[in-house]
């Protein structure tokens, strides 16, 4: 079952999927979230941080799993997933940093990395709630457009488009990593309930593709329509060419 939500603005997407992620974790404490990173969970992440500050919601038994980490970069690099995820949620909330895994950049023996973070992912169980962004080649987590939906942990090679898209994060484009560690389509269908945020008209295309288009690998996000559990929260932009 697919639900979409139409909201206002960027600000009004962020609450409303903030409130989603306090009402799993206050209904089922030790529930497992999978995270994502990139600027959409930005405001996702500022609205849970002030619920903790508030008193409102308490992460201490929460298990988080992220999707993808670049090849080569760990936590002391600014332009990591998981520095990202210290800055933005593991630093202020109250975690158990023992239960927040993020793919190992470090790791350069690719198949080591993603055998070991396959281990992790069987260890904890599915995720209850996975957040996704989509990317505007229709890639989720790193899954890029390919001729197969792949299964486990893996190393991809990072589209052009994923590279530009990107770059506005590093120095200089030839500062980007050009692989990374990405859970797998599998993991991500794996999980009870998929939350999809999507945020500006650059996106509308790609989303409705994903959304109502063919199922194919070439569009790794259509692979959701067969999710049996899936909330999409878009801004008025995203939604533009689904909603007219």
Do not use: W
Not at 73 to 91: C, I, P, T
Not at 117 to 134: C, F, M, R, T, W
Not at 165 to 191: H, L, Q, W
Request: proline share 4%; with cysteine; charged share 25%.
């Amino acid at each position: 079952m697919m639900r979409i939500y139409c909201v206002k603005d960027y600000d009004e997407l962020s609450r409303a999927a903030a409130n989603r992620i306090a009402a799993q974790v206050t209904l089922k404490p030790d529930s497992v979230l999978g995270v994502a990173t990139g600027s959409t969970p930005v405001g996702m992440y500022e609205n849970l941080v002030r619920m903790y500050e508030s008193g409102d919601l308490d992460f201490s038994e929460v298990t988080t799993v992220n999707l993808d980490e670049y090849k080569g970069l760990g936590k002391e690099s600014s332009q990591s997933y998981v520095y990202y995820m210290e800055e933005k949620l593991f630093s202020k909330v109250n975690l158990n940093r023992e239960r927040t895994f993020v793919p190992d950049g470090t790791e350069l023996d690719s198949e080591k990395a993603c055998r070991e973070y396959d281990e992790i992912l069987a260890q904890v169980g599915p995720a209850d709630i996975q957040v996704l962004g989509i990317g505007h080649d229709g890639h989720i987590g790193f899954n890029e457009p390919a001729d197969y939906f792949p299964d486990g942990t893996h190393c991809v090679a990072l589209d052009e488009m994923t590279i530009q898209a990107n770059k506005r994060f590093f120095e200089s484009e030839k500062d980007v990593p050009r692989e990374s560690y990405t859970m797998g389509i599998g993991a991500i269908m794996r999980a009870k309930t998929i939350l999809l945020l999507v945020s500006g008209e650059e996106k509308a295309g790609i989303l409705k593709k994903a959304l109502f288009g063919p199922v194919t690998p070439r569009v790794p996000a259509s692979i959701l329509q067969f999710h049996q559990d899936v909330v999409v929260i878009g801004d008025e932009g995203a939604l533009k060419e689904i909603t007219e």
